[in-house]
């Protein structure tokens, strides 16, 4: 259960605000997962970091910034957010992008007021 | 790119009785098939998965079948219990190495 981990658990922000979402995997794992996982929709992939490099873009808005300083941390920048981008973010990571298994962190449950 | 149905979207059961969802998919490429499941409050975790060159598999009281075919893929629970309430997720994954969901299943087991 300590494998992802994933900081702040809850967020609540307004429009204006700049936050930032962050996550740890520990299981030595190279390639991290952002996702958002909104009421009633299929889990939605927002971006894949393989060995660092960002290696999908899933036609996200510019207002999500994601980074991945090395391969164990990727965060996820937050700006000037719409009240339809609250969902739960999950962050997950798999051994490489070509491994099928990933492992999930608990998500950040954010809300944009 | 993959489009992963899934059905149903809420499913009650009675405890001791079996539970089946049911996923179709559209890329014939796609050749790798895992089943999450989503505890309230809690982590998307792989219970069972399956590849394209078999056609079902078991793990104790959770089975999966595939009929590459018919482009569909099912999860059999058996003798349900009170724990196996979650929201289930199937996913396929393509030649691309994309990992497609479909919307979830909410399990509610009655005791």
């Known amino acids: 259960e300590t494998g992802v981990t994933q900081t702040p658990r809850h967020l609540v922000m307004g429009m204006t605000n700049k936050k930032s979402l962050k996550c740890e995997q520990h299981l030595g794992h190279n390639a991290m997962y952002w996702y958002k996982q909104s009421a009633k929709k299929p889990l939605e992939l927002m971006f894949v970091?393989?060995?660092?490099?960002?290696?999908e873009n899933n036609s996200v808005p510019s207002r999500f910034s994601p980074e991945c300083p090395n391969s164990s941390h990727l965060f996820l920048h937050l700006h000037t957010l719409q009240p339809e981008d609250s969902a739960l973010y999950l962050c997950?990571?798999?051994?490489?992008?070509?491994?099928?298994?990933?492992?999930f962190g608990p998500g950040t449950r954010l809300l944009v007021l | 790119g993959e489009n992963v149905e899934q059905h149903p979207s809420t499913l009650s059961v009675q405890e001791g009785d079996s539970a089946v969802i049911k996923c179709t998919y559209s890329?014939?490429?796609?050749?790798?098939f895992p089943w999450y499941k989503q505890e309230l409050g809690k982590r998307p975790q792989l219970i069972i998965d399956i590849r394209s060159n078999v056609g079902e598999k078991k793990d104790q009281r959770i089975a999966v079948t595939l009929n590459k075919t018919a482009k569909h893929f099912s999860l059999h629970i058996t003798e349900t219990q009170p724990e196996d309430s979650a929201v289930y997720f199937c996913?396929?994954?393509?030649?691309?190495?994309?990992?497609?969901f479909g919307a979830g299943t909410t399990v509610t087991v009655r005791a």
């Open positions: 997950a990571s798999s051994q490489g992008q070509r491994q099928e298994t990933q492992y």
């Open positions: 970091y393989n060995f660092k490099e960002q290696t």
């Open positions: 890329d014939s490429a796609s050749n790798y």
């Open positions: 996913a396929a994954i393509n030649n691309d190495y994309k990992l497609s």
